[in-house]
């Protein structure tokens, strides 16, 4: 097969940052996606509506003339979060999600929540409402292990939560483990995860072979070969409760090259074509488009995307460096090719 042609895909989780960041990043998105649900962790996080409408805003004049990408907007999940901001969320139309991030899992996490059962009245609300929760699944307990973060998560987090809020819909996001895999799949109720495409091509290896390579470095933090080979079986099985989502999470190359260097892989740029390298490697290409652009859609209860795009075997090699406001930016596997290059709507 040399051409894949799949209805237009979204990006069910991006970070797309403010200012000449922002301005920097969005068209990339934009160019592969319709849609994609932004998440809320700037410096100042979006806590509230109105904070996310003139974030939209922001993104909409961002971006390139002609454009139709539309950013589906999230709250960023406080311990002083209110049901009436759920509410007025819910109400909106361009809120689509509340995100939790446990104080001091990532970037720009502080103002998270400590304990969940902090937020009972407004995670009752949500499930009131049908506001999906998105999840950052790992836990800040620092007598656990970085790599048995995600695992913990689970039992102390997502169990207890869940048996709580039965009924609310829920994003286990960017997962990395069997475990979490095997959660998703068996759970009851309404859940699903994204699955970035770092966590489907590489293993922890990555961020070790030949020197210590910062810009394989994310969080969740890249697993071991056993992981890895359980996201696959996952993404490529067919199951609509796994879906794509890049987590692409830029930061200038002068942070990443760092000695602390920032978490996050930036992908947006040749998202699809690294999807469409690892379904192929596991054979299933023909899977690919339930999971880039139908199950996501479905799962947030929105309408499935019209128009069609086309990728093209046609290897390329991944720039080493990009412009990103005043400095650089190095993608995910910068000067490495790939055999899939995305082209643009399907004539
Ligand atoms: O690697 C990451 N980068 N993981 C996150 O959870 C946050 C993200 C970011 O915002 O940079
Ligand atoms: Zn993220």
Known sequence: MN???????????????????????VGASGA???????????KAPVVTVAQALAYRERILAALPAGSRFEPLMTLYLTETTVPAEVRAARASAFVHAVKLYP????????AGVGDWRRVRATLAAM?????????????????????????????????????????????????????????????????????????????????FSGGLRPHWYCLPVLKREEHRLALVAAATSGNPRFFLGTDSAPHAARLKEHAAA???????????????????????????EGFASLYGPDFYGLARNRGRVLLRRAPWQIPATLPFGAEGIVPLAAGETLDWKFVGPTP
Not at 12 to 18: E, F, M, T, V
């Open 262 to 288: 920032c978490a996050g892989c930036y992908t947006a740029p040749h998202a699809l074509e690294l999807y469409a390298c690892a379904f192929e490697t596991a054979g299933a290409l023909a899977r690919l």
């Open 127 to 207: 499930q009131e409402v049908d506001l999906p929760l998105l999840v950052h699944g790992e836990v800040t307990e620092r007598d656990v292990d970085v790599f048995d973060r995600e695992e913990a998560f689970i039992e102390r987090v997502l169990v207890p939560l869940r048996g709580e809020f039965p009924e609310l819909r829920v994003v286990f996001e960017h997962v990395t483990t069997r475990q979490a895999v095997d959660y998703v799949r068996e759970a009851p109720g309404r859940i699903a995860a994204t699955i970035t495409p770092q966590h489907l091509l590489y293993n922890r290896n990555a961020i």
């Open 3 to 25: 051409e894949l042609s799949i209805l237009q895909p979204d990006d069910w989780h991006l970070h797309l940052r403010d200012g000449s960041a922002l301005g920097a990043v």
């Open 103 to 110: 104080a001091g899992a990532t970037t720009h996490s502080e």
């Open 32 to 42: 592969q996606f319709a849609r994609a649900i932004v998440m809320p962790n700037l």
